[in-house]
């Protein structure tokens, strides 16, 4: 299969992941549209995710950047030996999203080198990823900071 | 109706109001199930709302804890002359949620009236609430600490 083949299927198969493992974030429209080691992108939509003022809900745009975490860390680290979690996130709304959105996040090779060292020596590590989330006219609309953990498992 | 009617009724529409307001919190199973001046609770089921690990997600967890700055607005402020935003929220996760969740808000008579005074002089109003999700054990799972805004419609 050529490049763009390779990502279709990794994305069609992070998809189905998500269906299966977290049922509510899937049926919240959540999409993830771009994964490599380090980065990740995601989707949601307008469309059954509006609040009280027509906007994009709170835990919607919570949903769509806390994922990336997850996601790219399964991409990017040995998800036979360890697995994500999540210790806090921090999230800031800087205006109304009244579109769908956009969020994006990436750990760059030295904070990935020192968690792959961490993980392998201590058999967890910590890291801090910040997602930005934009509307369809490339507005950030809110931002966010979160601490993850990777685990081996079984611990 | 004596009290309890009245609760019984002032939830179920508020309820009923989440359900046509922000349908993505109703179909997440977030219900509150308290409220009055000041002060709220809202469940959440573990049941369609678990993640890779089979405990609560993240997001629902957001979700249950970030409703109650509006839903306290609404019992606490004019809603005839204002609306409550959310400007930012920390999350942190203390331990996994294994069962359904509990979260539970309060504002103090002093924070009310500052929050009730500057709403009415300035047309809006800032204020912090800090919010404890626990299981069903009584351990606490989750805090949150959010800033919310009330503002004058139209602003």
Redesign the interface.
């Known amino acids: 299969m050529g490049d763009t083949q390779d990502q279709m299927s990794l994305l069609d198969s992070v998809n189905a992941g998500i269906e299966l493992?977290?049922?509510?974030?899937h049926?919240?429209g959540i999409r993830i549209v771009e994964l490599g080691e380090g980065y990740a992108a995601g989707i949601a939509p307008l469309e059954?995710?509006?609040?009280?003022?027509g906007t994009l809900?709170?835990?919607?745009l919570?949903?769509v950047a806390?994922i990336l975490g997850?996601v790219i860390s399964v991409a990017t680290f040995d998800s036979s030996k360890f697995?994500p979690?999540?210790?806090?996130?921090?999230?800031?709304?800087r205006r109304p999203a009244k579109t769908a959105v956009r969020a994006t996040a990436s750990l760059d090779p030295d904070a990935i080198a020192r968690i792959k060292a961490e993980a392998e020596t201590n058999g967890k590590s910590e890291f801090e990823l910040e997602a930005q989330i934009s509307d369809e006219t490339g507005e950030i609309v809110a931002t966010t900071r979160g601490t993850y953990q990777l685990r081996r498992h079984g611990s």
Chains 1, 2 share one sequence.
Request: no cysteine; proline share 3%.
């Open positions: 493992a977290i049922p509510v974030a049926r919240m059954g995710n509006t609040n009280h003022l809900y709170a835990a919607t919570f949903g806390e997850g697995y979690t999540v210790k806090d996130v921090q999230i800031r709304f």
